[in-house]
T-cell receptor
Framework: GAVVSQHPSWVICKSGTSVKIECRSLDFQATTMFWYRQFPKQSLMLMATSNEGSKATYEQGVEKDKFLINHASLTLSTLTVTSAHPEDSSFYICSARAQGANPLYEQYFGPGTRLTVT | KNEVEQSPQNLTAQEGEFITINCSYS?????LHWLQQHPGGGIVSLFM???GKKKHGRLIATINIQEKHSSLHITASHPRDSAVYICAVYPIYGGATNKLIFGTGTLLAVQP
């Protein structure tokens, strides 16, 4: 089956620093990747939709200058949390949709990255 | 009211019991996902279905499009089934940029 990886699986950083999270589709090409965040005991919240070679589409209320998304290749999307603050501590999950996916709506989820900002 | 509702929110079962988790939604959909998330863990997609019934091992998922309802069944439950189970739907109105709408999840604890 299709595999999506994330790196790192967990990261601790100091307030004010930036952190980059990678999302890779290992055995398929992903034209679209989705970035979610999840707070404890809550469901996933979509942050942005990333299409290869174009700018990401951010959901309402998500600061695009704070959460930089780059989808430079068909197998890699990155999320950079800039000037991280403790309130950015969360579980970040990506998912990927395969190029030419049939059905169009099939998504594969990554294992998530736990970010802790101290 | 959420567009995707799950019940129950919490469920405790004894090992070996048959478990049912329900999902009701209020929008027209293209498909529905059942997802599993272990504590502190990532998301695993269990099923994606748009009609009928699917079975994988001890897991069975059914969907009734007319009634806007889906169920996830676990037969012969085991403590390792303890996890949060999330129902997520692809609304028809999303078109090619279909974004999932998530339920709030059902926390299942299976006791030995």
């Amino acid at each position: 089956g299709a595999v999506v990886s994330q790196h790192p699986s967990w990261v601790i950083c100091k307030s004010g620093t930036s952190v980059k999270i990678e999302c890779r589709s290992l055995d398929f090409q992903a034209t679209t990747m989705f970035w979610y965040r999840q707070f404890p005991k809550q469901s996933l919240m979509l942050m942005a939709t990333s299409n290869e070679g174009s700018k990401a589409t951010y959901e309402q209320g998500v600061e695009k200058d704070k959460f930089l998304i780059n989808h430079a290749s068909l197998t890699l999307s990155t999320l950079t949390v800039t000037s991280a603050h403790p309130e950015d501590s969360s579980f970040y999950i990506c998912s990927a949709r395969a190029q030419g996916a049939n059905p169009l709506y099939e998504q594969y989820f990554g294992p998530g990255t736990r970010l802790t900002v101290t | 009211k959420n567009e995707v509702e799950q019940s129950p929110q919490n469920l405790t079962a004894q090992e070996g019991e048959f478990i049912t988790i329900n999902c009701s939604y209020s929008v027209g959909i293209s498909a529905l996902h059942w997802l599993q998330q272990h504590p502190g863990g990532g998301i695993v997609s269990l099923f994606m279905l748009s009609s009928g019934k699917k079975k994988h091992g001890r897991l069975i998922a059914t969907i009734n499009i007319q009634e806007k309802h889906s169920s996830l069944h676990i037969t012969a439950s085991h403590p390792r089934d303890s996890a949060v189970y999330i129902c997520a739907v692809y609304p028809i109105y999303g078109g090619a940029t279909n974004k999932l709408i998530f339920g709030t999840g059902t926390l299942l604890a299976v006791q030995p």
